[in-house]
């Protein structure tokens, strides 16, 4: 039983450039148009949270 709530089943879709579609073909050897995220993931790659000790 999941506890995602219909907010947590958001999706963020960002067209790629062909730069940036030779660039993931390069790393990860498959074509992409696009990237596919939830609004919590694209938060974290955009503003990652560091803790201090």
Not at 19 to 27: D, P, R
Not at 38 to 51: D, G, K, M, T
Request: proline share 8%; aromatic share 4%.
């Amino acid at each position: 039983m999941s506890t995602e709530s219909s907010k947590d089943k958001r999706v963020v879709s960002i067209e790629l450039t062909p730069t940036q579609q030779e660039q993931v073909f390069k790393e990860i050897g498959k074509s992409a148009d696009s990237i596919e995220m939830s609004p919590a993931e694209l938060e974290e790659r955009i503003a990652p949270r560091r803790f201090q000790p």
